[in-house]
């Protein structure tokens, strides 16, 4: 193909034309100036490629490195905002720190304790202050009718919400008359304690109530009904007065008694 020769730069054409100028004398220059020459002309390349160099480029470089400097030395609002950029990067730490804990630990949540239930147990009471009269044998003198009190003052029960019952019964030798059983609500124990007054010359105890019989009065107490609601059992069936639904356990105080005298007698029509 035909067409004009290349161009050569002028700092090309003074380097071949004009060798004297780099220090030869025009005749064919030794090692030492050869090596001289080669070392010149690599340094004219770097300064042609580096004048090639777009401006904009070598403009934006320097920009970049300005704004670099600035950023990490700058007076003013540079350092606010390398301040909060590295407070950014501890707080990113400290979430990835806690997030890892969170992550490797194992958390138990404590158990809720739940209240103890409260044992379904039976009622009871003081034998030493609860109890009228005293335990012992009791003399029950029946000329003049023979009229007596027995009670429990108090009684107590942890289930506060649960009905009592109780009963009077008295063994005549092994007839037994019992009260019609008395029941007592949860608002009602503290102001109606277990009483009972015992008439032994009134029917049916005046059946069975004779000077010299062994006979012996229970207060008998349950948080359960009575089976058995009878007032009269014969020697057979002696524990059925105590009976209660479930077969629930009682609990009862019991006095001797020594029947003295005779009951009177009721005047004939």
Known sequence: MSGSPPARSRSQDSLQNKPEELGG?????????????????????VVVHASKRPLSVMRETRDRRHGRRRWMQGPGHGNVACALHRLAIALRAVVLLA?????????????????????????????????????????????????????????????????LYWRAIVDYGGFVVATVPVSIRPEQRERNPVSHQYSPCTEPDSIF?????????????????????????????????????????????????????????????
């Open 25 to 45: 004398t025009g005749q064919a220059p030794n090692r030492q100036e050869l090596g001289e020459l080669r070392r010149q002309r690599a340094q004219l390349s």
């Open 99 to 163: 997030a890892l804990f969170l992550w490797s630990a194992c958390f138990f949540p404590a158990p809720i304790e739940e209240e103890a239930a409260i044992p379904d147990e039976p009622p009871g009471f003081d034998e030493a202050n609860d109890i009228r009269p005293p335990i012992g044998t009791v003399s029950i003198d029946l000329d003049d009718g023979g009229i007596r009190a027995f009670a429990l003052t108090r009684v107590n029960d942890i289930n506060l919400e649960q009905t």
């Open 209 to 269: 109530a004779k000077e010299g019989t062994d006979s012996t009065i229970y207060l008998v107490l349950s948080d359960a009904e009575f089976v058995f609601q009878d007032q009269f059992f014969t020697p057979e069936n002696l524990n059925r007065p105590f009976r209660v639904e479930g077969d629930r356990v009682v609990v009862w105080v019991s006095w001797p008694l020594r029947l003295e005298g005779e009951c009177p007698r009721l005047p004939t029509p």
